[in-house]
């Protein structure tokens, strides 16, 4: 059974880094799919972050990508997430998801199968 | 402002049947592949359905997917108490380059 897990500092400073770390169990991230991330401001919808795979091949949500890089650790079965410059706007539920992705000229297709419980992210000084 | 638009609410009586539309662009639905996801209060997204009309192992036949042109549905037949829920559609979107998601919608079973 594949589990994610969401850790990392519960509150970040206005201008600093939000760093989160997803921890993949059930299953070696290496042997495929992609992993990425995905947020909820409070009594707010989904919105997409990025995903990255094994290879390290990369998709950034186009209004994230300047401040956001997902990396992965395939020796701790892990990736993560660092978003620069955050204001109190990055306030949110982090989920990290495993993701079954085609992205071609037309029927792409990008869903998340596999999500963590969320962790809660604060930008307050 | 979401690329998806959703009813914000939708309620039924028990063991009805509700439907949830989503609407987009041939930018996104008309021309990629679609997926559903149901958020339990206080909890994560769930797959529901993905390719349109498909379900995961463990999601019943009561839930099921279609699209047509520019707009997909979300059916949900036998309504039970325990699918009171926010449901997500969500799709690649070829112009932006990005996962967008509807802004949800609130299932009431009355």
């Known amino acids: 059974q594949v589990q994610l897990q969401e850790s990392g500092p519960g509150l970040v400073k206005p201008s600093e880094t939000l760093s989160l770390t997803c921890t993949v169990s059930?299953?070696?991230?290496?042997?495929?799919?992609?992993w990425g991330w995905i947020r909820q401001p409070p009594g707010k919808g989904l919105e997409w972050i990025g995903g990255i795979y094994y290879s390290g091949n990369t998709y950034y949500n186009p209004s994230l990508n300047s401040r956001v890089t997902i990396s992965e650790d395939t020796s701790k079965n892990q990736f993560s997430l660092k978003l620069n410059s955050v204001t109190a706007a990055d306030t949110a539920v982090y989920y990290c998801?495993?993701?079954?992705?085609?992205?071609?000229?037309?029927?792409?297709?990008?869903?998340?199968?596999?999500w963590g419980k969320g962790t809660t992210v604060t930008v307050s000084s | 402002q979401s690329v998806l638009t959703q009813p914000p609410s939708v309620s039924a009586a028990p063991g009805q049947k509700v439907t949830i539309s989503c609407s987009g662009s041939?930018?996104?639905?008309?021309?990629?592949?679609v997926s559903w996801y149901q958020q339990l209060p206080g909890t994560a997204p769930k797959l529901l359905i993905y390719d349109n009309n498909q379900r995961p192992s463990g999601i019943p036949d009561r839930f099921s997917g279609s699209k047509s042109g520019t707009s997909a549905t979300l059916g949900i037949t036998g309504l039970q108490t325990g699918d009171e829920a926010d449901y997500y559609c969500g799709t690649w979107d070829s112009s932006l380059n990005t996962v967008v998601f509807g802004g949800g919608t609130k299932l009431t079973v009355l």
């Open positions: 041939s930018s996104n639905i008309d021309n990629n592949y």
């Open positions: 998801a495993r993701a079954s992705v085609q992205v071609t000229r037309i029927l792409s297709y990008y869903y998340m199968d596999v």
């Open positions: 059930g299953y070696s991230i290496s042997r495929g799919y992609y």
